[in-house]
């Protein structure tokens, strides 16, 4: 049973850029969410996805947006990237919000987005 | 806001020794969740609560959701080697029990010396 899956593992770009990371949820699963995490902090939701709509949205500018598609995958994608987007993105998938165990959310492995 | 206040925020402890930890907030919270990150790992879920008062194991893992419902408590007895990592408390946003759209706090560092 694979869990959730992202892709890439590391990626390197530079002010201005823009950038796409994928995840893949854990089998059974049809809400992902996406969190940011800065270096010794904790993560940060940036918005969760279902039935390939954004459902709710954390405190992050416009910049960040993303997608699912009908076999739950998702993506995030962030435009006109700054110095201080660097950080983990994680993604982390669940049941729909009728299942009791809603909130028990499973995380991937990350992805490392260095902007220069 | 709601925030999540882990204490203490690092320890350095002997193997074998019991671990304890806590996650406190100003609101109430109907769901706990313990995560433990690993380097370069997403955080892997270890206990989730829903319960005030409820006392939950995982093997060598016991946590606890206060019945105040602004406090959790997380304890490892006879920590290993293989415990080290950074542990996260959880729960979900103001409003409702059930959004989905977690809250985390700033992390507990254990190392531990074999």
């Known amino acids: 049973d694979a869990g959730v899956t992202q892709s890439p593992t590391h990626l390197i770009k530079t002010r201005g850029q823009q950038v796409t990371l994928r995840c893949s949820p854990k089998?059974?699963?049809?809400?992902v969410s996406w969190y940011q995490q800065a270096l010794g902090q904790g993560p940060q939701f940036i918005f969760q996805?279902?039935?390939?709509?954004?459902?709710q949205r954390g405190n992050f500018p416009d910049r960040f947006s993303g997608h699912q598609f009908p076999n739950y995958s998702s993506e995030l994608n962030v435009n006109a990237l700054l110095l201080g987007d660097s950080a983990l993105y994680l993604c982390?998938?669940?049941?729909?919000?009728?299942?009791?165990?809603?909130?028990?959310?499973?995380f991937g492995p990350g992805t490392r987005l260095t902007v220069l | 806001g709601q925030q999540l206040n882990q204490s203490p925020q690092s320890m350095f402890i002997q193997e074998g020794e019991d671990v304890s930890m806590n996650c406190t907030s100003s609101?109430?919270?109907?769901?706990w969740l313990w995560y433990k990150q690993e380097p370069g790992e997403g955080p892997v879920l270890l206990i989730a609560?829903?319960?005030?008062?409820e006392l939950t194991s995982n093997g060598r893992l016991t946590a606890q959701f206060g019945i105040t419902r602004k406090d959790s408590f997380l304890n490892i007895s006879a920590s290993i080697p293989s415990d080290v990592g950074i542990y996260f408390c959880?729960?979900?946003?103001?409003?409702?029990?059930?959004?989905?759209?977690?809250?985390f706090g700033q992390g507990t560092t254990l190392q531990v010396k074999p």
């Open positions: 959880a729960g979900p946003f103001l409003g409702s029990s059930n959004t989905g759209k977690l809250i």
């Open positions: 996805y279902y039935e390939e709509e954004e459902r």
């Open positions: 609560l829903y319960k005030a008062g």
């Open positions: 609101s109430i919270f109907n769901t």
């Open positions: 982390a998938s669940s049941k729909d919000q009728f299942s009791s165990s809603y909130n028990e959310q499973f």
């Open positions: 089998s059974g699963h049809d809400t």
